[in-house]
């Protein structure tokens, strides 16, 4: 935090007569807090442009109570608690280390097929318990869709990237028709139209990343995961990455892991600042500092470990 400066008194006045008077210095305002003083920032005026209070009228997705993931016994995060809500952006910020990627992962049991990954606590979608012996993990993943950081399109043709899952999952009727809408919700079906027999590998680098957000909303999930997915890609790319998860919105619930802070600030509605917790004997931790609408967390965070992070004093 600045330090505050105040007068510490009048400067003496000289050829003053004895019985006159002290003369105290003029009311002052206090200056403004760092929370008053944020939005004159670039963050404070990204984040200012987001609702106060986005999750009304916004039913929960997930709801998270103490989870903690694993992996041979040595814990990555713990202690999470939080709940995420339908149709918002929700970004995970914070240093590296500190389990963003991981608790992603374990929101469609993607860290499953991680040996030695274990997730305790209790993690329910829409109700249900994630992880309990009924549940078809596959089908979790159809419903809760998972982008990564790196565009990886298979070495297919652009259309059978898109009709990989929908083959998959036995989604074969109206199978252009299919093709067609998912491309159209990635923003990439005017690009590519007119040649949808070519390489997926042959798009560009922010090319090949829509063609697998299509890919990934061609199985009509509910949820979209996106694990830093522009990251990797030049400016414009990225610009047209955040367009379209600010369109996707309105059909998905997005989940999305970044440590480009200005683009938290862009793009989500609800931002979840991680930190790492070191103990005593050294082990490092993940944990969940703050959750809290982007207009907020940014401008009049809660927590000091937040501030000293959206301010660049770590991290």
């Given at each position: 935090?600045?330090?505050?400066?105040?007068?510490?008194?009048?400067?003496?006045?000289?050829?003053?007569?004895?019985?006159?008077?002290?003369?105290e210095?003029?009311?002052?305002?206090?200056?403004?807090?760092?929370a008053e003083?944020?939005?004159a920032?670039?963050?404070?005026d990204?984040a200012a442009?987001?609702?106060?209070?986005?999750?009304?009228?916004?039913?929960?997705?997930?709801?998270?109570e103490?989870?903690?993931?694993?992996?041979?016994g040595k814990v990555?995060?713990?202690?999470?608690?939080?709940?995420?809500?339908c149709n918002?952006?929700?970004?995970?910020?914070?240093?590296?280390?500190c389990g963003?990627t991981?608790?992603?992962?374990?929101?469609?049991?993607?860290?499953?097929l991680?040996?030695?990954?274990a997730?305790?606590?209790?993690?329910?979608?829409?109700?249900?318990?994630?992880?309990?012996?009924?549940?078809d993990a596959?089908?979790?993943?159809?419903r809760?869709?998972m982008?990564f950081?790196?565009p990886?399109?298979?070495?297919?043709?652009?259309y059978?990237?898109?009709?990989y899952?929908?083959?998959?999952?036995?989604?074969?009727?109206n199978?252009?028709?299919?093709?067609?809408r998912?491309?159209?919700?990635?923003?990439?079906?005017?690009?590519?139209?007119?040649r949808?027999k070519?390489?997926?590998?042959?798009?560009?680098?922010?090319q090949?990343?829509?063609?697998?957000?299509?890919?990934?909303l061609?199985?009509?999930?509910?949820?979209?995961?996106m694990?830093?997915?522009?990251?990797?890609?030049?400016?414009?790319s990225?610009?047209?990455i955040?367009d379209?998860?600010?369109?996707?919105?309105?059909?998905?619930?997005i989940?999305?892991?970044?440590?480009?802070?200005?683009?938290?600030?862009?793009?989500?509605?609800?931002?979840a600042?991680?930190?790492?917790?070191?103990?005593?004997d050294?082990?490092?931790s993940g944990?969940?500092?703050?959750?809290?609408?982007t207009?907020?967390?940014?401008?009049?965070?809660?927590?000091?470990?937040?501030?000293?992070?959206?301010?660049?004093?770590?991290?």
């Amino acid at each position: 935090m600045s330090e505050t400066i105040r007068p510490e008194g009048t400067t003496p006045m000289t050829d003053q007569p004895d019985d006159a008077t002290s003369v105290e210095p003029p009311d002052q305002p206090d200056p403004p807090d760092v929370a008053e003083a944020r939005p004159a920032t670039q963050l404070g005026d990204l984040a200012a442009g987001h609702d106060d209070d986005p999750t009304v009228g916004h039913p929960t997705v997930f709801e998270l109570e103490n989870v903690d993931v694993a992996y041979s016994g040595k814990v990555a995060i713990r202690d999470v608690n939080m709940e995420i809500h339908c149709n918002l952006v929700t970004a995970f910020i914070g240093p590296s280390g500190c389990g963003k990627t991981t608790l992603l992962r374990s929101l469609n049991r993607l860290n499953d097929l991680i040996p030695g990954a274990a997730v305790s606590g209790s993690v329910r979608y829409r109700g249900e318990d994630l992880y309990g012996s009924d549940v078809d993990a596959v089908e979790v993943r159809r419903r809760i869709g998972m982008v990564f950081q790196r565009p990886n399109p298979f070495p297919k043709s652009i259309y059978d990237n898109v009709a990989y899952g929908l083959r998959l999952h036995g989604m074969k009727d109206n199978l252009d028709e299919r093709v067609e809408r998912a491309l159209r919700h990635a923003a990439l079906w005017d690009e590519v139209k007119d040649r949808l027999k070519a390489s997926g590998l042959s798009l560009s680098g922010g090319q090949q990343q829509r063609l697998c957000i299509a890919r990934a909303l061609a199985i009509e999930p509910d949820v979209v995961l996106m694990d830093e997915p522009a990251s990797a890609l030049d400016p414009i790319s990225t610009q047209s990455i955040e367009d379209l998860v600010e369109q996707l919105k309105a059909e998905y619930s997005i989940i999305i892991v970044t440590h480009n802070m200005q683009q938290a600030a862009r793009v989500a509605d609800v931002t979840a600042f991680f930190s790492v917790d070191v103990a005593e004997d050294g082990s490092r931790s993940g944990v969940l500092v703050e959750q809290g609408p982007t207009s907020k967390l940014f401008i009049r965070p809660s927590d000091p470990r937040t501030e000293a992070y959206v301010t660049g004093r770590f991290g």
